[in-house]
């Protein structure tokens, strides 16, 4: 192979050396094959743990390098070693996929295509062993790459078929290209753009008949490869999937009825049934366009039901993989046509809905997560009922038959010894379970499902199986909560029967399904203050219980916080007394927090003597345990957060009114600073407990609100000492709090500014950078927030800060970071920053000097926003940056919306992958779009095109 491959920036001959030295004459290095070779045989074979990690490293180096071209062409033709065609089978298609702008000429593309085809030539001939299976896909992902980028080649399907279908040797090799060429246009990683993309769309619908004619040929002639097979039906669903097979080429021929004959047949292949399935599940999707797909959709629904008893008789051998086929099928169908379902059921009262009776059979399976396939239908069934409630009585029996399976799908296994962990499948599916109840429950009413619940616990209980009186209850669990206060006589006997359910004998599955539902309960509660005392018994019983603390505490922290404090203020000493008790107590760190909420949201509404009296007592409990830790020298073992914990709560949890003067929480903030500022000094080097000391000062000062002043000047000094010294981001986010608070009061100005300068120039050693942003996100968030605080309350103090411009430029670096927080704090600080340049009750001072800044970096910002949009940042992201454009232009529309097109002039027309993205025209009306609109939706939608063209 000879080809042309860039090397800084001029044309190196790969073809004319005969032999690669090590540098060339520019002095760069230059690998040579033999060293290649040697390099892979200590990487796949030596022993020692060194040299393969050199071997790597150096490989790596090899691989980005532009001579990796012609030694990996030479290297897939070396059978002397079965590592060394794998290899550079990998490197080549990893290399099209980043490096294709090395290759700038047609003359080098062309080289390479002719190149892989001789390899796959002579591959397809060789398939031996798996390894070289393995090669030859993987040659075939590199041709259909180039092929892809390569602009020049115009039908490269059709070039495949005459290349490769002149002996069946290729057949292989042939589907292969031809399933992967549809399948990789809409790659993620092959960023082709969006005009390429629609010119290779168009280029395979103009291949699609002679495509066609291939594959039924080969369902004909190869009736019993069953390899052969699956690839026709998997190359023709990722063809129709991207529009490139017509419906009526597709229904003139019979590959589908040869397909649903394949589902039919009781003997057919696992591999070959999934093919099958997903063929015709990409067949049924675009149906849902009835008017547009009529013809095929009615063939569809006249042939999927005939795949009913194939679905019966795989249930009934446990074939379980060709269920789930059958049931994707039936799900995607249903959904298909599931809008004209119901408009022919109101046309028709006694019109046949078989779509939805086969989704309704796959209910009845056994395996959960085969019923979980079904949900979508049924949600989105549930959300048409809604939005017309005569749609109820028709489609009420297959909701009661769902309901039905789900009761018994929720069963646990009768070996769980212990409740069901949040990161457990079959939790998930419970969970999933409970949405899709809340999300139906209006069509068969809340009463009667909750009264049907209790029978069958009832009945459950007289039998004695505990799974099913769990599964009951988790049942009525999901349900309680939506009974209306003239439907709740029915909750009375089924609540005794749940406290009866207390007794340490219950299996502790059922006694945690009982705590959930007296959780759920707490609205029904709440209207009925005499039966709170007796649930608030049962729990508290729980709370001794490892398994039950948890959700035990959650759920009196809910009944308290929901019932009216007469109805639990009598329970007030008793659980003041837990709280008390704490460190001694077996209860988890999360159930602790939890009890210690509910006692102060009870507190709050006691007398303020007795606010200020308990507040200070229960900080001094946790002050008391940080002294003794503190004091130790070495420090413990154990861990202090805990404690800090509960005083962040303390001070979070308390409410009451801040026109008491002075506030009752006050003695306890004075009691309790001394103590966590020396904390936090101590525990500088550990940034989790420096924010931990942090997150206190920050609920004290929450709490306090103004009167909270006393301390600030000492807060302020304390955030400095430690962000100077540590860079810890959680003082920037104190900082933040403090001018939340206090930057509108003109007396803390000048100490707020000083704070800011104090810590902007060590933020920005961090942040000056993108790659500095990038390392630093946290610092980022922080900073950026505490740059919008001053924003918002005090903008003046922002913009005589000497360091703005040079914190400026950081934000604009900072627009392109990944970080999801760090960059919505980036695009809301710019957002707010620019709209306070309009806002008239700020003064002229502060609209010249934010019009001044922003004159500075205005072109860079609206570049890079675009840029990380393009190259860098998700999609969601796309409003919040189109709301900074809209911000720019609403300011000063004819001055800034020239500034944007000037800054869209220099955003690169290629993407990452050297393709040409964006044309001239595009370009124009992008611009025109964008600076003519006045809306913020249609900036966001011109700049996910503007997106899309580049992916």
């Keep these: 192979m000879a080809y042309h491959a860039n090397a800084n920036g001029g044309d190196c001959d790969m073809g004319t050396k005969s032999r690669l030295e090590n540098h060339g004459t520019d002095g760069q290095w230059i690998p040579s094959l033999d060293e290649t070779r040697q390099m892979l045989k200590v990487l796949y074979e030596s022993q020692d743990s060194s040299k393969k990690e050199n071997a790597s490293k150096w490989l790596e180096h090899f691989q980005q390098s532009v001579y990796s071209w012609k030694l990996c062409d030479e290297l897939l033709s070396d059978t002397s070693d079965s590592n060394f065609p794998y290899f550079a089978a990998q490197t080549l298609k990893t290399k099209l996929l980043k490096n294709f702008q090395e290759l700038p000429s047609e003359e080098a593309q062309s080289s390479l295509r002719d190149s892989l085809i001789a390899h796959l030539e002579r591959l397809a001939r060789n398939t031996t062993s798996d390894q070289h299976n393995a090669v030859a896909t993987q040659v075939c992902l590199s041709l259909v790459e180039l092929a892809l980028q390569m602009t020049s080649w115009q039908h490269p399907a059709r070039d495949f078929i005459g290349r490769f279908s002149r002996d ?117 999707y675009p149906c849902d366009d009835f008017s547009t797909y009529q013809n095929l959709g009615d063939m569809l629904r006249g042939y999927v039901p005939t795949l009913e008893d194939a679905y019966l008789h795989a249930v009934a051998k446990d074939e379980f993989d060709k269920s789930v086929d059958y049931c994707k099928i039936f799900v995607d169908c249903a959904e298909a046509f599931l809008q004209l379902l119901v408009y022919s059921k109101q046309s028709d009262p006694t019109c046949s809905l078989k779509e939805l009776d086969l989704v309704a059979v796959c209910v009845g399976h056994t395996d959960y997560d085969l019923v979980e396939r079904t949900f979508d239908v049924w949600s989105r069934l549930a959300g048409i009922i809604s939005e017309d409630r005569r749609l109820i009585e028709p489609f009420k029996p297959y909701f009661v038959r769902l309901y039905e399976g789900l009761a018994k799908h ?116 709440a209207r009925h203050p005499a039966r709170v005392g007796h649930v608030l018994r049962h729990l508290t019983e729980a709370l001794v219980q490892d398994k039950l603390a948890v959700p035990a505490a959650s759920a009196i922290q809910a009944i308290y916080e929901r019932c009216s404090k007469e109805a639990v203020s009598q329970h007030f000493p008793e659980l003041l007394a837990m709280v008390q008790q704490l460190d001694n107590s077996n209860i988890s760190p999360e159930a602790q927090i939890d009890l210690l909420r509910a006692a102060l949201q009870l507190l709050s509404v006691t007398p303020v003597s007795n606010v200020a009296e308990w507040t200070v007592t229960l900080c001094n409990l946790q002050l008391h345990s940080i002294q003794m830790f503190l004091s130790t020298d070495p420090l413990p073992s154990v861990d202090p957060a805990i404690w800090f914990d509960r ?45 931990r000391c942090f997150r206190v000062v920050r609920f004290i000062v929450r709490c306090l609100q103004l009167q909270a002043a006393p301390f600030l000047e000492n807060i302020a000094a304390l955030i400095v000492e430690v962000f100077t010294s540590r860079s810890h981001s959680c003082c920037l986010y104190m900082a933040s709090i403090l001018v939340d608070e206090f930057g509108a009061e003109s007396y803390c100005k000048q100490g707020l500014t000083q704070l800011l300068n104090a810590l902007i120039e060590p933020a920005l050693l961090q942040m000056s950078t993108r790659e500095g942003c990038r390392e630093n996100p946290e610092t980022v968030d922080d900073m950026c927030r505490l740059a919008n605080r001053f924003v918002q309350k005090c903008p003046d103090a922002l913009l005589a800060c000497p360091a703005l411009p040079a914190f400026l430029r950081a934000a604009v670096c900072a627009v392109t970071i990944e970080h999801k927080e760090a960059n919505e ?118 700049c996910k095109y503007l997106v899309k063209l580049y992916s």
């Design 168 to 284: 069946a040797v290729y057949l292989k090799v042939l589907l292969e290209l031809l399933t992967l060429l549809p399948e990789e246009v809409n790659s993620q990683h092959l960023k082709l753009g969006e005009n390429r993309r629609t010119e290779i769309k168009k280029q395979l619908k103009e291949s699609s008949q002679i495509v066609l004619e291939l594959l039924v040929a080969c369902q004909t002639q190869c009736v019993d490869n069953t390899r052969i097979q699956g690839k026709v039906y998997h190359c023709l669903g990722n063809w129709f999937e991207i529009g490139s097979i017509p419906v009526d080429l597709l229904l003139q021929s019979a590959i589908l009825d040869k397909a649903f004959a394949t589902l039919r047949d009781p003997n057919c292949d696992d591999s070959l049934h999934f093919d099958a399935t997903e063929c015709l599940c990409s067949v049924i």
């Design 410 to 525: 929720v069963e646990l296994d009768p070996e769980t010894d212990a409740p069901l962990d949040e990161d457990d499948e079959f939790y998930d599916f419970r969970e999933k379970v409970t949405d899709l109840v809340a999300e139906s429950l209006f069509i068969l009413g809340a009463p009667e499902v909750f009264a049907t619940m209790h029978s069958r616990l009832r009945a459950a209980a007289g039998v004695g199986g505990w799974v099913a009186v769990e599964a009951t209850l988790f049942f009525m669990s999901a349900v309680v909560e939506e009974i209306q206060s003239d439907d709740e006589l029915v909750v009375d006997a089924a609540l005794t029967d749940v406290l009866a359910m207390g007794t340490p004998e219950t299996h502790v599955c059922i006694r945690e399904t009982c705590v959930q539902l007296l959780r759920d309960l707490r609205r029904w509660l």
């Design 647 to 691: 005083l962040a709560a303390v001070f979070r949890f308390v409410s009451v009114s801040v026109s008491e003067s002075p506030h009752p929480c006050l003695e306890a903030a004075r009691v309790v600073w001394p103590v966590v500022s020396a904390a936090c000094l101590r525990f500088r080097d550990n940034e989790r407990m420096v924010e």
């Design 825 to 942: 704090s980036v695009l809301r600080f710019w957002r707010d920053f620019i709209h306070s340049g309009r806002e008239r009750e700020l003064g002229p001072p502060v609209q010249a000097g934010v019009a001044a800044a922003l004159n500075v970096v205005l072109v860079d910002l609206i570049k890079e926003m675009i840029v990380a949009l393009i190259f860098y940042l998700p999609s969601y992201v796309t409003g919040d940056v189109a709301d900074v454009i809209s911000e720019i232009l609403l300011t000063n529309k004819e001055l800034y919306g020239g500034k944007f097109c000037v800054a869209m002039d220099s955003v690169p027309r290629r993407n990452e992958s050297g393709s040409f993205c964006l044309n001239d025209d595009q370009l124009k009306e992008f611009k025109y779009t964008v600076v003519n609109t006045k809306e913020v939706k249609e900036i966001s939608r011109a």
